[in-house]
Structures are given as structure tokens and as C-alpha cells.
């Protein structure tokens, strides 16, 4: 019997650990005092949408932030960004690392960077043209993919 009272504890606990408990607003107060400055900064005029805030039992929290034209922000707890997305918008030149921003314009003119995403380890950048590129922290070119 310990055995089975065991095995429904784990498996509660694993269901419960991948549980997010989310919450909705559009007040920019819900969000890090770094990513209410960010928005300040990069999105001075632009409205917000949606502020989902997730809120995990095992991780800390994120945010992801719907504005009014369609860009979407994440942060991570401390209110860093870690994905901006305009969809068909540039991302404001700012965000994106010197460096990474002059390959994008030696190697491919006539686009621009609509989306720009950071990890613990690269840059994902979304070209308007569809193209992906990957760079390493230090903004080195690594890697591309094209969609089909």
C-alpha cells in the first residue's frame, strides 16, 4: 500500500510542478521595474494589450506582454526581455547588439530584423524575408535557416 501511496504522490507532484498558474492584466504596475523602463524606452508610445504573467510552482515567473500593434515581449523574472517579436515591424535598432545588427546589413539589404530572441547561450533573429540567423553572445554569426 506504501508503494501505491507513493507512486500517486510522485505523479501528483510531477503533474503539479509542470502546472503554471497564469494571471491576465493590462497594467503596465504587474510587470519588473526593468521591463515596465524597457517599454518605456523601445515602446514609448504603444499600448498595452495584455500582460499574462506565469506564474510557476518550480521556476519563477515570466511575463509576456501583448502590445496594441501586435508585438509581443517576454521577460524573465528579473524583467530582462528574452523575445521580441513585431511580426512584420523592425525591432527597435537598440535591442539588437551592435554587432549583430551590422551583419544583418552587410550580408542582407532591403530586409530588416522583425524578431530577436536570447537565451542563456545565442540570438535567434527572424529577417522580414523570413530568414533565421543564429549568433553567440558575443553577436558571431553561427548559423542560418531558411524557410521553405
Known amino acids: 500500500m506504501k508503494k501505491y501511496l507513493f507512486l500517486i504522490v510522485a505523479v501528483m507532484f510531477s503533474f503539479m510542478s509542470g502546472y503554471a498558474f497564469d494571471k491576465y492584466s493590462i497594467d503596465r504596475n504587474d510587470l519588473p521595474e526593468a521591463a515596465q ?3 518605456k524606452e523601445y515602446f ?3 499600448k498595452v494589450g495584455m500582460v499574462k504573467t506565469d ?3 518550480l ?3 515570466d511575463y509576456d506582454v501583448k502590445l496594441v500593434n501586435g508585438t509581443k515581449i517576454e521577460f524573465n523574472n528579473a524583467g530582462k526581455w528574452t523575445s521580441v517579436d513585431c511580426k512584420t515591424k523592425e525591432v527597435p535598432e537598440g535591442i539588437i547588439p551592435r554587432s549583430i545588427r551590422t551583419y544583418v546589413k552587410k550580408n542582407f539589404q532591403d530586409v530588416k530584423i522583425v524578431k530577436i530572441e536570447k537565451t542563456t547561450t545565442k540570438y535567434e533573429v527572424k529577417l522580414s524575408d523570413d530568414v533565421e540567423l543564429t549568433f553567440n553572445l558575443l553577436g558571431q554569426f ?4 531558411m524557410d521553405d
Open 142 to 145: 553561427k548559423s542560418m535557416k
Open 37 to 39: 523602463n524597457f517599454l
Open 59 to 61: 521556476k519563477k515567473t
Open 44 to 46: 514609448p508610445k504603444a
Open 55 to 57: 506564474k510557476h510552482l
